[in-house]
């Protein structure tokens, strides 16, 4: 059988190629067994993922990344450490968790440093705005978590406010605690590329987790 005749086939590797994704697309189908799906957005160099992977088989993980070097240099360290539990995808997370991911279907969205894109003109390009919420939460599982560190104080009250900060969040989501990830090391939250170095540099690192409620109730309520 070709690959014509199964795009699938293009999913044994690890990069996946958007051009090969339905809309909506159902992620579990890039992965060769069933498994909570965690989605890390702008996954740089891929080491949160790679460590992840390794320390949790079970679970399955795909990084979006826009910037072709990191993502091409992720690709290839997952391949050199042969890890199967890993798939990575360029292109914009915003468009793709819009126009693609399933509801209920993402286990935890992991955010480790956003660009915070600090310039006001530029502030259209963050990823945590009102515009996307409504998709990450629509996709995550009932009590799946977003989880969320940045070095940046401002972008940090933005996203504070957006996640738990309104009554609109607070009928999507509830805070629960940020943990450090089983493959962080002493004094790390996440052990991402950016975490290590603003650690080196002092700078302080502020985190938050949120979970989405079992019911979510999107719209207002008509009175009986
Ligand atoms: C500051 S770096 C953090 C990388 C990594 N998470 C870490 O902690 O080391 C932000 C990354 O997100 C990527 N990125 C930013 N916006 C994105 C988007 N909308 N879709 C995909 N990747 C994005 C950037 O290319 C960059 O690699």
Do not use: C, Q, S
């Given at each position: 059988?070709?690959?014509d005749q199964n795009p699938l086939l293009d999913f044994d590797d690890i990069a996946v190629d958007l051009d090969a994704c339905t809309q909506?697309?159902?992620?579990?189908?890039l992965f060769r067994r069933p498994g909570p799906i965690h989605?890390?957005?702008g996954a740089g160099k891929g080491t949160f993922l790679l460590n992840q992977a390794r320390a949790h088989p079970h679970r399955n993980f795909l990084g979006i990344e826009w910037a072709n070097k990191f993502y091409r240099y992720s690709i290839d360290r997952m391949k050199r450490w042969q890890i199967?539990?890993?798939r990575i995808l360029r292109t914009d997370a915003r468009d793709f968790i819009r126009s693609y991911l399933l509801d209920n279907s993402i286990d935890t969205f992991h955010v480790?440093?956003?660009d915070p894109w600090p310039k006001k003109r530029h502030h259209k390009r963050r990823f945590f705005a009102n515009a996307n919420l409504v998709h990450i939460t629509r996709c995550l599982v009932p009590q799946g978590r977003i989880r969320v560190t940045t070095d940046h104080a401002g972008y940090f009250d933005v996203i504070r406010e957006l996640l738990i900060g309104t009554p609109h969040a607070a009928r999507l989501?509830?805070?629960t605690d940020f943990y450090p990830t089983d493959a962080a090391q002493p004094g790390e939250w996440v052990g991402s590329n950016f975490e290590r170095k603003y650690l080196k540099e002092?700078?302080?690192i502020f985190t938050l987790a949120v979970k989405k409620r079992r019911t979510t109730v999107n719209k207002p309520q008509r009175p009986r």
């Open positions: 059988m070709t690959t909506p697309f159902d992620v579990a189908t989605l890390e957005i199967d539990n890993v480790y440093f956003p989501l509830e805070p002092g700078r302080r």
